[in-house]
């Protein structure tokens, strides 16, 4: 059976925040780039859930960035009683790398 990916509730907020950011600073074009880079590491930790290291501070979560973007995608694993395995993203679904990050 396939791994699925189980998202947040507020992983929609921060997607249509962040797509609207990248609607108006550089259009349609720029936004559906975005989109389209985070579904593809969606899609490659959904397949192989421990593929992404483990962030230090929190080793349940781990984090990979979106290409292309100075976005972090967080998730955690968890066994499902179905045999499966499902990557679900975390309470915020982005993360900023610190060196992007406002002082």
């Known amino acids: 059976m396939e791994n699925q990916a189980v998202f947040n509730r507020l992983v929609q907020k921060d997607m249509n925040g962040i797509c609207s950011y990248y609607r108006e600073e550089g259009g349609e074009g720029l936004a559906d780039r975005f989109f389209e880079a985070t579904l593809r590491v969606v899609e490659k ?21 979106v290409e292309g973007f100075p976005y972090h995608f967080l998730y955690r694993e968890i066994p499902s009683g179905s045999g499966t395995t499902e990557c679900a993203a975390n309470n915020s679904l982005f993360q900023l790398p610190k060196s992007a990050r406002m002082r």
């Open 45 to 65: 930790a959904a397949a192989n859930p421990r593929y992404f290291h483990p962030l230090k501070d929190e080793p349940r979560l781990r984090r990979t960035p």
